[in-house]
């Protein structure tokens, strides 16, 4: 590799993220941990992924799975130790797998020194400064000091024995820091050369853009504007430009090392705002997830592309895609339910344990073969989740006594939340936790994960396994500039484009076959109809 290839390896790379709490149980303690994933490096290697993102395996007492982080340069003693995760790290990097870890920097949790800390210290302290405290509002202080809601339900307010208020955006357990405080400014940046100096890649930034937020008192109101980020950074709490100074000294950090470290913004701010995050002087890339918003539809899978490409011109950065992530119902599950209003038709079945509508599962994989199979085909880099490679659906039948997710307990039961992705995977036929591990998983899987394991896919070469593997392996054969073109005359139900070197990706969205287009046919996400392309069917060409 030459050295501009070296540095930007991540331009059009293939990232795999693990949750790694249900990934693989190497002790039989019924949670997924590191030497798990070291066990299972061949099988990432065979699948052909250029990187790992690791979801956070830090202390944590699992408030939001994870997410709530006691100690960021350390590993959960139920998941391993660093001498785990330096084995982990040289087990890829040898299979030639870069390395991206999650980085939490809006909240910590509420075990962690700094929080313990503020608790014991008094009003006005250093320690209280690097959270964000308030007095409480009315005559006696006993209302949260702004109107401000959790997103997870609830106030984003919590008092405390002394009669303070500290915000948490997220759940209690995850009290948002002050990013004007220039301790927790310092500590982040040594954080991120702790990691690098271990050798990691990469980092994907937890809610980069909710860092930032106007704190000047009297505290703004969400009443009128909610909690989308605004186009022009006046929300008080999301997508500030002062975030972006932030990044800044971050790229700074990224820099010291060759190639740079890369990193990858979770930001869910205005289509026209996220560039920001993308820049060469910031974070160098941010996640686009209007795709996985998107139905499945020519249509609206055109748009979509059409805009992310551009937008991608625009930046230097390269374009990010991603169907399935931890926080989202699979896609193959949402390709399967009814059309009608997604959002609520999703959130009754999951609230049904998974029986009503009735899913169509078949239809679901197909098309969720065919979206993986145009994605892949896409200019950028292809974010997919463990077990999308096994075509899994979204685990419906969890009964509520077993969810972990905090949006259940704080949502009263409204929103089921997001355990249904997050349950281990199935490795084997069969086994007590159909080879997760040695003992039972930490989240109940349901009976149908052994005919979908990796045991059952691995000698069908008609599996969704296969067709990842395949797939993985042409498009780097195929890969080529970051660019396409689109071919018309398919009609509105037809999305067809080639890239340089001649790589043709036709999919067909309709209710009818259609013609293939003329080339050598390299691969399809289902079986063809003669020369013709079937509804809900992707097909590769040269
Ligand atoms: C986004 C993460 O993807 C999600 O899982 C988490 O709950 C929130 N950020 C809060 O950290």
């Not at 800390?117 to 006696?140: C, H, N, Q, V």
């Not at 998107?294 to 937008?311: K, M, P, S, Y």
Request: net charge negative; charged share 25%; aromatic share 10%.
């Amino acid at each position: 590799m030459d050295s501009t290839s070296r540095q930007d390896w991540w331009r059009q790379a293939v990232v795999y993220q693990i949750y790694p709490r249900s990934f693989a149980d190497s002790d039989g303690d019924a949670i997924g941990d590191l030497n798990g994933i070291t066990t299972r490096v061949p099988y990432l290697a065979e699948l052909g992924v250029d990187a790992v993102w690791l979801s956070p395996f830090y202390p944590s007492a699992l408030a939001d799975g994870g997410y709530d982080v006691d100690d960021y340069r350390d590993v959960d003693p139920r998941l391993g130790t660093l001498s785990d995760f330096d084995n982990l790290a040289a087990a890829l990097h040898s299979a030639g797998i870069k390395v991206i870890i999650d980085i939490v920097p809006n909240h910590t949790s509420d075990r962690h020194p700094w929080f313990r800390e503020a608790l014991a210290a008094p009003k006005g302290s250093p320690a209280r400064d690097r959270y964000i405290f308030r007095g409480g509002t009315g005559p006696d202080g006993s209302e949260p000091p702004a109107d401000w809601t959790s997103l997870f339900g609830g106030p984003a307010w919590n008092r405390v024995p002394d009669g303070q208020w500290y915000l948490h955006l997220f759940a209690p357990e995850q009290p948002d820091l002050n990013w004007d405080n220039a301790e927790v400014r310092d500590d982040f940046r040594t954080t991120l050369r702790f990691w690098s100096d271990r050798g990691v890649d990469g980092f994907r930034v937890d809610v980069a853009h909710g860092l930032a937020k106007d704190l000047v008192e009297p505290l703004a109101t969400l009443a009128h504007v909610g909690h989308e980020a605004l186009p022009d950074g006046t929300h008080p709490l999301w997508d500030r430009d002062e975030v972006h100074d932030i990044y800044a000294e971050w790229r700074q950090v990224f820099n010291e090392y060759d190639p740079p470290r890369t990193a990858v913004a979770e930001a869910w701010v205005h289509p026209s705002r996220r560039r920001r995050y993308a820049s060469p002087e910031g974070l160098g890339q941010a996640f686009n997830f209007d795709l996985l918003r998107a139905d499945f539809d020519a249509g609206a899978f055109r748009q979509v592309i059409t805009e992310h490409l551009d937008e991608a011109r625009q930046t230097g950065a390269s374009s990010t895609w991603v169907l399935s992530n931890h926080d989202v119902i699979r896609h193959p599950t949402r390709y399967g339910l009814p059309p009608d209003d997604k959002q609520q038709v999703a959130e009754a079945w999951l609230k049904s344990n998974g029986t009503t509508p009735e899913l169509d599962r078949d239809l679901g994989l197909r098309r969720a073969r065919a979206a993986t199979l145009l994605l892949l085909a896409l200019p950028g880099s292809a974010y997919l989740y463990q077990g999308e490679e096994l075509g899994l659906h979204e685990v419906g039948e969890l009964s509520p006594d077993v969810l972990q997710d905090p949006v259940f307990r704080r949502s009263g039961g409204l929103h089921k939340g997001r355990d249904g992705c997050r349950v281990p995977l199935p490795w084997t036929i069969d086994g007590p936790s159909y080879g997760f591990g040695a003992g039972p998983a930490h989240l109940p899987q349901p009976t149908w994960f052994g005919s979908v394991s990796v045991e059952a896919q691995a000698s069908d070469p008609a599996s969704t396994l296969r067709l990842y593997r395949s797939a993985l392996a042409a498009r780097r054969q195929l890969q080529a500039a970051e660019t396409l073109d689109w071919i018309e005359g398919g009609g509105p139900t037809v999305l067809h484009f080639t890239r340089p070197g001649g790589w043709q990706c036709v999919t067909n969205f309709g209710t009818t076959a259609v013609p293939l287009p003329h080339g050598e046919l390299l691969l399809a996400s289902g079986p063809l109809d003669g020369d013709r392309l079937p509804p809900d069917t992707t097909a590769w060409l040269s």
